[in-house]
């Protein structure tokens, strides 16, 4: 787990956004396994995109109003696994579902049916629905009660010891760091 720490509007966000190629990088190269990514073109970049995934701030926010929580998870492995059939998007999802621990009763349920701390569950069952070696986790627990942050926290430690994945996990907390990062960066006006 490495934590990116800093101050509000330090870059942090921007950071993992270019990062996941969801905004285009001003300066500098950005490398996965080897592999620079910044360069490549959406087709090139759709395989390395199973292997890097996004948990964003705000679970409020981060879930289509419109979608039901089978079709939100499924979305993911039918664009980037494109050769699963139907049982086998379905089993995935059944599967990530329990990993989170998520009752199977929602998948057919829109996201404003749960709180926050069940549409943050949800959010990153849908990072870890195409089984990431990466995720960038970009301050997870903000916007939830100090009681479910702990929850989320555990059950973020316990996929990574399970699935032996590398977080990059964004927060301005620096308890959060304490307890959950193995390596820290602190940002301070874009460095």
Same mark, same amino acid.
């Given at each position: 787990?490495?934590?990116?720490?800093?101050?509000?509007?330090?870059?942090?966000?921007?950071?993992?956004?270019?990062?996941?190629?969801?905004?285009?990088?001003?300066?500098?190269?950005?490398?996965?396994?080897?592999?620079?990514?910044?360069?490549?073109?959406?087709? =090139? &970049?759709?395989? @390395?995109?199973?292997?890097?995934?996004? *948990?964003?701030?705000? /679970?409020?926010?981060? #879930?289509?109003?419109?979608?039901?929580?089978?079709?939100?998870?499924?979305?993911?492995?039918?664009?980037?696994?494109?050769?699963?059939?139907?049982?086998?998007?379905?089993?995935?999802?059944?599967?990530?579902?329990?990993?989170?621990?998520?009752?199977?009763?929602?998948?057919?349920?829109?996201?404003?049916?749960?709180?926050?701390?069940?549409?943050?569950?949800?959010?990153? =069952? &849908?990072?870890? @629905?195409?089984?990431?070696?990466?995720? *960038?986790?970009?301050? /997870?627990?903000?916007? #939830?009660?100090?009681?479910?942050?702990?929850?989320?926290?555990?059950?973020?430690?316990?996929?990574?010891?399970?699935?032996?994945?590398?977080?990059?996990?964004?927060?301005?907390?620096?308890?959060?760091?304490?307890?959950?990062?193995?390596?820290?960066?602190?940002?301070?006006?874009?460095?």
């Amino acid at each position: 787990s490495f934590c990116v720490v800093g101050e509000s509007g330090c870059g942090k966000t921007t950071l993992g956004r270019t990062i996941m190629g969801l905004q285009e990088p001003s300066a500098g190269e950005i490398y996965f396994n080897g592999q620079r990514i910044d360069t490549m073109d959406e087709t =090139a &970049r759709k395989p @390395v995109r199973r292997d890097m995934q996004m *948990v964003f701030q705000n /679970p409020y926010a981060s #879930l289509n109003p419109r979608r039901n929580v089978f079709d939100t998870l499924a979305e993911p492995i039918r664009h980037l696994m494109p050769e699963k059939s139907s049982a086998e998007v379905r089993a995935q999802v059944e599967e990530v579902l329990d990993a989170t621990g998520c009752d199977q009763r929602w998948q057919r349920r829109l996201p404003h049916e749960f709180s926050g701390g069940q549409r943050q569950r949800i959010a990153i =069952a &849908r990072a870890l @629905v195409t089984n990431p070696a990466f995720i *960038v986790a970009d301050e /997870p627990i903000s916007a #939830l009660d100090v009681s479910i942050q702990a929850q989320i926290l555990n059950l973020m430690n316990d996929l990574q010891a399970e699935r032996g994945m590398t977080y990059l996990f964004i927060t301005h907390d620096l308890s959060v760091v304490e307890n959950f990062g193995t390596r820290v960066a602190v940002m301070s006006l874009g460095r």
